[in-house]
């Protein structure tokens, strides 16, 4: 009667390992990013800066386990410093990069430039990075940036 008791228990226990054990562990962790540089186009810049008019550089680090499904890009702007929505629509950005050298990729150097409208007006912006994988995880990483007068050169 004791043996039974012992091996009811042992068989109970290991039971009991192998349920705890079965969890989300293979479920793939979430994307990870960050933004390692952000600015002016035509140098490569990396000081959160570029000139309306011209384009931003983007460089992106993004590593995700479960393969990138796509990334999203948000840019709009920041204050009260805007034109009004009647004198001219403000730029925004919303774009998904999706596709041949995205999709299914574990890792990713995210190096895009985005051209900047010549509407778009100077003055501070918030940038956004959202990085969704196959298996719904997403995750962000954002920064300011500021949009400049362009540099105009007389003689």
């Known amino acids: ?12 226990a ?5 349920t705890a054990c079965d969890s989300d562990d293979d479920a793939p962790a979430k ?11 035509d140098d490569h810049g990396a000081d959160n800066t570029a000139y309306v008019g011209g384009s931003l550089h983007m460089d992106i680090e993004i590593v995700a386990e479960g393969k990138i ?15 009004s929505l009647s004198e001219h629509e403000e730029w925004e950005v919303d774009t998904v990069f999706q596709g041949q050298g995205i999709t299914g990729l574990k890792n990713l150097d995210f190096h ?3 051209e900047i409208s010549d509407e778009a007006e100077a003055g501070d912006y918030h940038f956004d990075v959202i990085v969704v994988d196959m298996e ?10 500021e949009l400049l007068e362009p ?3 007389t003689n």
């Open 151 to 153: 540099v105009t050169i």
């Open 69 to 83: 499904d796509y990334v999203q890009i948000i840019i709009h702007p920041e204050g009260d410093h805007h034109k």
């Open 136 to 145: 719904g995880n997403s995750a962000s990483d954002e920064a300011e940036l």
């Open 112 to 114: 895009k430039d985005l």
């Open 14 to 18: 290991v039971a009991l390992l192998f």
């Open 31 to 41: 994307p990870e990013v960050s933004i390692h540089e952000l600015g002016n186009g």
């Open 1 to 12: 009667m004791m043996k039974t008791k012992v091996l009811f228990s042992s068989l109970l």
